[in-house]
């Protein structure tokens, strides 16, 4: 038997100790692991644990990201209860096996702490990685501090491995801004949190002799586009499980989560769309927006990243005049993804906001209240002018000439 922790009310954790304290409580059978910089801290602590007793499963230390990924999938096609965590280069390295995992639909749960993709090399926090994988067919959860890492965490087990989604899901925070900065966390109790997620139920085991499976099976043009629709349907109906299991964490904590977070929308004429921790950055700045020169501004952003929450993004947008997206991630020539995102799913709204794209912070790069005033501040002119008067794309916070694209 396990150890046990007697958690304090209030915990003093960064963002990995979150998601390691979330999949000790989860009683993992398998963590195939290989660490990366900035989420090497989550194995790390996750190890201790299982050294130290406080686990009863197995941790597999292996060459490579993409056996790691390997590892949990072999672990979970046997039965087991699998996550692991990574970043950047290695969750690049794990793409392949990414696709295996979902195709399967293996409830694997993955922390990504997010982090900028080479070259040149850089270990600080941005988006390239999540957007790398974005269509991965995996369930996307974007949060925005330790607390909501280790809640999100916990939902993910819950989620994955619930009968209507046998689906993996990755969970989102930023490196080194949220990974690192320790911040008040009220945790649950090891009972509470093993009960909400609750023990896990085997599916299509390879293990279960009495009914015979096949993982990895080769499927060409005859079967391969209803397979691919199926995972994508299964992908848009977790919706509601994700809003089930969201209501659920909510009576148990008191702590609310939505698949599109809304703050001040209520008459926005404005608004921003983000994801991370540039979120709460954005709702400060908003709030002395309005404060200083009565700017209704709003911030809007994506709790769930896929399935895409398409209808609840036209919902909290429909009314706005211009809307700012901020993507933390190079776009490589092109628009940004999130703004792409929502520009999809707007294109064919009655009402359409103007619409803009900040590229701003990456490799760690500081996106500061002072920025996104600006932001807010020329996302009005747009809505004032009723088109836009400042480019489609600029570069927000970048050293030397102003650049701008589109």
């Known amino acids: 038997m396990a150890k046990k922790i007697e958690l304090n009310k209030v915990e003093v954790w960064d963002g990995n100790m979150a998601f390691a304290q979330a999949m000790r409580q989860a009683q993992i059978d398998v963590v195939a692991a290989y660490p990366i910089t900035p989420s090497t801290p989550t194995v790390q602590n996750y190890s201790k644990f299982l050294a130290d007793g406080y686990i009863d499963g197995e941790f597999i230390m292996v060459e490579s990201e993409h056996a790691a990924m390997s590892g949990c999938i072999g672990a979970a096609a046997a039965g087991g209860r699998v996550a692991t965590a990574t970043s950047s280069q290695g969750y690049a390295l794990m793409i392949e096996t990414l696709y295996q995992a979902s195709g399967m639909r293996l409830p694997i749960v993955l922390g990504v702490v997010n982090r900028a993709i080479a070259a040149p090399l850089n270990v600080n926090g941005d988006h390239s990685d999540m957007y790398m994988g974005r269509d991965t067919g995996w369930i996307h959860l974007a949060t925005y501090c330790p607390q909501e890492a280790y809640d999100l965490m916990l939902c993910a087990f819950k989620i994955a491995e619930h009968k209507d989604v046998r689906l993996p899901v990755q969970v989102h925070q930023d490196g080194f801004i949220c990974s690192h900065t320790a911040q008040n966390v009220s945790p649950l109790q090891d009972e509470e949190a093993y009960a909400f997620i609750g023990d896990y139920v085997e599916i299509n085991s390879m293990l279960d002799f009495q009914k015979p499976v096949t993982y990895g099976a080769q499927t060409e043009e005859p079967w391969h586009f209803e397979h691919k629709a199926k995972h994508h349907k299964a992908i848009i109906d977790s919706a509601a499980v994700i809003d089930e299991v969201f209501a659920e964490f909510e009576k148990l904590t008191g702590r609310k989560y939505n698949r599109v977070e809304k703050y001040m929308m209520e008459d ?82 009655e009402k359409r906001p103007l619409l803009s794209n900040y590229i701003y912070g990456l490799g760690g790069r500081d996106m500061t209240i002072k920025d996104l005033k600006e932001i807010i501040a020329e996302t009005k002119a747009n809505a004032d002018a009723g088109k836009l008067v400042t480019p489609t794309q600029q570069f927000s916070g970048l050293r030397g000439p102003k650049l701008s694209f589109f």
């Open 268 to 349: 926005a004429e404005i608004a921003i769309v983000a994801l991370g921790t540039t979120v709460e950055s954005a709702r400060a700045a908003a709030q002395i927006m309005r404060d200083e020169q009565g700017i209704k501004v709003g911030i809007v952003s994506p709790r769930v990243f896929r399935p895409f929450p398409k209808d609840l993004i036209v919902d909290a947008l429909k009314d706005v005049k211009a809307v700012a997206t901020m993507d933390r991630s190079s776009p490589g020539g092109a628009l940004g993804m999130l703004f792409n995102e929502i520009s999809g799913a707007m294109i064919n709204c």
